[in-house]
């Protein structure tokens, strides 16, 4: 399970906010009475004007200084909640998108910052009130949302402030809502525990619900939280790269990784989760800035992002990253995976490769390394995910597939001068709706159920003649599922390309699933990420 905190900073008039991670027992709330008086503000005041007056002159500049980038056919936007001096800026260009919308309801999700529970919380009061009035809470749907999934509770935890636990992130959202559409319904949702499981829980169940209602889900969040300036924008730019390749599997290890940053990244996945099986199938940033840009301290920055998910022209399902590499780029990491290994088998220790002069390098992707000997796998581990630069990642699989492969005795030395290297990097992934659309020989295959997975490379179905539909079989049952799997409503399916290069015979297919990545005695960097691997 996976909970996130944020302490509050208050400032004189305004508040930036961060998070860290640390274990809280479940706590619920007694839930309040349907017709007792609305949420009060907690943060007028604080993290927006308490006046009226100044606040919607305020919220109007925001949306006014927007350059609107006329998105069509918006399903779900992405907004930042922190103080309006720091994050307003770039909330006004999720919310111009809105003018001219009236929609019968607005869905908020957003992220737990001070209770720690195990559910999504839909409030289950009245109303919420700003200083610009109440916006009354969609009864009948949230009655109906609650009875989805064990995940989606009717609750007052997460909602309800009080003088230390003043909650923010949907509250802040609504003077935006409140200018922008004028009267909407309002369904709030703070989510405690933001795993896989429950964002795919909630993102589907509000699929189903909104489906054929004019609905606007909007996923709070902001971004990295207090680095200097530099390396806020590098963290924040992978998050954001992984909302625009619409790679929310990988989104989700790598928030619970810690490798990228987002108090709100479980909103966001089950934004996008909904949003997708709601028709839409393209992300747009609006604009990102950070709280550097918009108060000037470059020391400890919160970043920001502005985000769209909209129904654009039909397009393949195939992951639309260049994966272009060039034969020098390829030539340097069998290099790499070659000294790793070398490295690794001989002394015991991480080869310590320096940084990359090929730019393509420095990328971060997903990678797998195949070892063979004399023609005989002896070794195939990769990192699913894109968490390490490419050539770090080369790096570390070469090494646990020469010597954490539990299938085959580690590599020794003598063995060194008859290894073979095969190399896949692999393209963002990309879920599929429609299985017709898989192209056999080109994509490869991950199937996901609950925290069962399992992989197939795309060459798999050309080296063994498989068609669509035994390819699809095949990744099932290598992730240990019944061959039939994929036709339960709780199994993804997601596809992916690969630039392979490097020799590998047939005999290199014959057996893939995922098990858990366990540490290598001293031949992984202390940095390393610790990721599922996958095996052939």
Known sequence: ???????????????????????????????????????????????????????????DQFVADAKDPAVPDVIAIVAPHAGYQFSGPVAGYSYALLKGRKPQRVVVIAPSHYEAFDFSSVYDGAAYSTPLGEVPVDREFVNRLVRMDPSIQLSATGHTPTADKREHSVEVQL??????????????????????????????????????SDTLIVASSDLSHYHPYDDAVRIDHKTLQGIEQWDYLSMSSNFDQRNWEACGGGPIIAAMIAAERLGANQARLLKYANSGDTAGDHSRVVGYGAVAFSK???????????????????????????????????????YQCPAP??????????????????????????????????????????????????????????ELGELSYEISVLSPLRHVQDLSLIRVGLDGLLVRKGDTQGLLLPQVATEYNLDRHAFVQQVCVKAGLPSDAWRDSDTDIFVFTAVVFGPAPKEAFEELRLHAWMPLQGALAPDSPKPAAATF
């Open 312 to 350: 654009g022209p039909a397009r393949s399902i195939a992951p639309e990253t260049a994966l272009a590499l060039s034969q020098e780029e390829k030539d340097e990491l069998l290099r790499i995976a070659r000294k790793s290994v070398e490295t690794a088998v001989r002394e015991g220790k991480p």
């Open 1 to 59: 399970m996976r909970i996130i905190f944020l302490v509050i900073a208050i400032l004189p008039f305004f508040a930036l906010s961060f998070c860290t991670k640390r274990p809280l027992p479940s706590a619920k709330q007694p839930s309040p009475s349907a017709k007792q008086a609305a949420r009060p503000t907690a943060v007028a005041g604080s993290f927006y004007p308490a006046d009226p007056a100044e606040l919607g002159k305020m919220v």
């Open 175 to 212: 003077p935006f809502l409140q200018r922008v559409l004028g009267e909407f319904k309002l369904v709030p949702i703070v989510m405690g525990d933001q795993s896989w499981r429950n964002c795919r829980a909630l993102g589907v169940a509000l699929a189903k619900l909104i489906q054929g």
């Open 357 to 414: 002069k090929l730019s393509a390098l420095a990328t971060d992707r997903a990678v797998f390394v195949t070892l063979t000997k004399r023609g005989d796998l002896c070794g195939c581990i990769g990192y699913v995910h894109a968490m390490q630069p490419l050539y770090l990642a080369v790096r570390d699989v070469a090494a646990l597939a020469a010597l954490q492969d539990t299938r085959f005795p580690p590599v020794t030395a003598p």
